[in-house]
């Protein structure tokens, strides 16, 4: 019975990393100036690196808080993505997401800053991305 559970829980895992666009990347497959826009940003922190379509993605923590940057190939920060708790979501994505996907929990949420200063927030519910504005009125849902 354990190693049923076992066996469906790691079918579960490789099945929701096979859905994402992300290519898992060593350090030493990452342009350098991609490598010195994140030091610039972030002295000292170590990253995990993706490839996302044509641009490289860092994953870390800092200020105990999980992030990830989305970096093109000329070395310039796309956007920076900030994990966040469900209660620090604006009141009124919290209430779209209530009515709009009524039972479901809110399952991650974060606060995604684009290189011009746009600022979204992003809830995600049973394989999906709800992203809202920065007032919290919806814009679109992705499948994650």
Known sequence: MI?????LLLLMVAGRASHSNA???????????????????????KAGW???DSNYEANFTHNGRAMST????????VETEIQISVSELPVVVRDYMKKNYPGLKIEDAARIVRSNGEV??????????????VNGKFIKEMKD
């Open 3 to 7: 190693m049923k559970g076992l066996i």
């Open 70 to 77: 989305v970096i093109d190939k000329s070395g310039t920060i």
């Open 23 to 45: 290519q898992k990347l060593n350090e030493s497959q990452i342009p350098v100036i991609v490598k010195h826009a994140f030091e610039k940003k972030y002295p000292g922190i």
């Open 50 to 52: 993706d490839r996302e």
């Open 120 to 133: 979204n927030y992003e809830a995600e519910v049973h394989g999906k991305d709800v992203v809202f504005d």
